[in-house]
């Protein structure tokens, strides 16, 4: 069984019109089937083209605008050395965890700030 293309049926179709129709309904016959073969060739091309370009996908948005990664980082880092380092020095020093518990709580309000800054 042969496989029939849309644009080998219209073709058929326009040439069979045409021997009905007579010559006198030629050009309009020409300028329906050339119509109907530039939807197709668009139709074809689109769907080429969406095959090849990849579906973007949306962009996530960042996780604080306006504050580098970087600095998020850094200010980790830098509490994370001054928080152990302090209660390791109020360790050996037999001090009272009073002074240990407020550095503690500075290091929490500095990165409170710094989320809350960073966030405007």
């Excluded at 040439?15 to 129709?21: H, K, M, P, S, Y």
């Excluded at 407020?102 to 989320?115: C, E, K, R, S, Y």
């Amino acid at each position: 069984m042969e496989k029939r293309s849309p644009t080998g049926d219209e073709l058929r179709a326009s040439v069979e019109a045409r021997r009905e129709l007579g010559p006198e309904y030629e050009d309009s016959l020409i300028e329906g089937f050339l119509d109907k073969m530039g939807q197709e060739i668009d139709r074809r091309v689109e769907e080429r083209v969406a095959a090849r370009v990849p579906q973007q996908k949306p962009k996530a948005p960042a996780v604080r605008p306006g504050v580098d990664a970087g600095q998020r980082l850094a200010l980790a880092i830098v509490s994370i050395v001054f928080g152990v380092g302090s209660t390791l020095a109020f360790t050996i020093a037999d001090r009272s965890a009073g002074p240990m518990v407020l550095v503690w709580f500075g290091i929490i309000v500095v990165n409170i700030a710094f989320a809350v800054g960073s966030r405007r």
